[in-house]
């Protein structure tokens, strides 16, 4: 996929958060081989080290940095952790959140659209985490974005494709515009799907974090992303609501009876 | 003085941001700083003087998702 010019060396985008421990993350990257990997920001108190700790683990990963603005629930703090983020990961990459409702953490689409319109006159190549609804996907586009990434199910929900009549819209209205699926996706056939409906990347974490054995998970998702993207590429056949057999019928026995 | 630093009070003696960035303990930690939610880059810290109560978020890197 391309983002913003940039051609990813993986349709997977991977979270970092959630692991049991830095080398589980460690591993379980270097068994996604993802295109890129999201970090965030967050509060150190002087002496503390972990996020100095971290970055070195991110650095030495060799994986293109997505940070995001998790946990912004206003245009002001999501354009203020966006502009911190960009001195400290020196990207201007920024994976958009602004947060409106806490129980599914579903994105406030108004202060999102505004948000994207501020950060991309501000120089930041903005990557939206949005729903699947198709008049906000063409604000986040006039705002600036060159690529959406509309939700498949509420954040660590698990749930995968809540809505593919809704997705399959979307990726029908914008057929050029670069999509990833960010947020709900549970389980490696829920990315086949997501390839499969003509998506360009998928954006997981708890998936792989929170799954028994996290390192085989993530070699799961790399080979799904895989697969799903063949499979688009070859052209799926048409659904039918009738049986049409398979085997020829020319030339079949007759046994009478 | 006294600021609020990530949501503490703290006594300081510095003025100015890098100033008290190093009295803080960060020194040349790779951190973001904002005073009273605006964003203050790193060129900037050196002229930025903080007023008494000025809140001033310290940033670093964070596993994210």
Redesign the interface.
Known sequence: MRAYGTELASPLMLGTALYDSPAVLAASVKAARPGAVTVSLRRESAGEQAGQAFWELVRGLEVPVLPNTAGCHTVREAVTTAQMAREVFDTDWIKLEVIGQGDLLQPDVFALVEAARILTEEGFKVFPYTTEDLVVAERLLRAGCELLMPWGAPIGSGRGLNNVFGLRALRAHFPEIPMVIDAGIGRPSHAVTAFELGYDAILINTAVAKAGDPVSMAEAFRLACEVGRLASEADPMEERDMAVPSTPTLGKAVFAS | MQIIV??ETKRISGRFLSDILIE???GE??????ID???V??SARSGRELQEGARL?????????
């Open positions: 990530n949501d803080l303990g960060y930690s790779k951190v973001a700083t904002a939610g605006v964003f880059p790193r978020e310290i940033l670093a890197p964070m596993q994210g998702g």
